[in-house]
Structure formats: C-alpha cells, structure tokens
C-alpha cells in the first residue's frame, strides 16, 4: 500500500490550494479515505473523510464550509480542496485510508501518506 500526497506549498492568507492523495495497492471503492494535518508539538487533528462507495463526506468543524474533500476511483485518487485559508491552517497534511469504520480518529487508519507541507501567510 502506497499513498502518496502532494499539493502543499505556500499560500497567502485567503487562497487556496488542492491537495492530492494518489494511491496504489488500495482503492477508494474498498478504503475510506481521511485527512488529518500536524503542527509541531500537537496531535494529529482530524480534517475530513469520505466513505467507500456512497462518498458521504464529514468535516471538522475547523474547516467546514471551507475545505472540500473528494475522489476520482478512476484514478485512485482524492483531493482536499481548501479555500479561505488561514495561517491557524499552516500544517503538515496527511491522507490515510482504512477499511474499518470511517472514523474521525488517527489511530483508526492503518494506511498513511508521507505528508504535504501547506504554509499559509498572514
């Protein structure tokens, strides 16, 4: 299993950035896929998921409104468009798919994407 995220960089306050999560190895038909982000010395905060099949999606009330999670099964891949950021979202950001119960929390995803930068200044 292999995911591999891309799409971070450096965004003024108020921009927006998409966010890409390519797997291989695992499908988004048989995975529900999750993004958490990380900031030095805090745990890793939920973001937003989407389940297999139906895609219901579910977000933190962090991002809701602003950030859009999304798949593409025929390319085996999702997204985490994020619009109106903040700097309070400058962060590590993760994609992680599980076959469990589309959970809100980290320890729920076996799988793990190595991380995307996102930076946003004020």
């Known amino acids: 299993v292999q995911l591999q995220a891309s799409g971070g960089g450096l965004v003024q306050a108020g921009g927006s950035l998409r966010l890409s999560c390519a797997a291989s190895?695992?499908?988004?038909?048989?995975?529900?896929m999750g993004w958490f982000r990380q900031t030095p010395g805090k745990e890793r905060e939920f973001i937003a998921r989407?389940?297999?099949?139906?895609?219901?999606?579910y977000y933190s009330d962090s991002v809701k409104g602003r950030f859009t999670i999304s798949k593409d099964t025929a390319k085996n891949t999702g997204y985490l468009q994020m619009t109106q950021l903040k700097p309070e979202d400058t962060a590590v950001y993760y994609c992680?798919?599980?076959?469990?119960?589309?959970?809100?929390?980290?320890?729920?995803?076996?799988?793990w994407g190595q991380g995307t930068q996102v930076t946003v200044s004020s």
């Open positions: 992680a798919v599980t076959t469990s119960t589309a959970t809100t929390v980290s320890t729920g995803y076996p799988y």
């Open positions: 190895g695992v499908t988004f038909n048989s995975h529900h």
């Open positions: 989407i389940r297999r099949g139906s895609g219901a999606t």
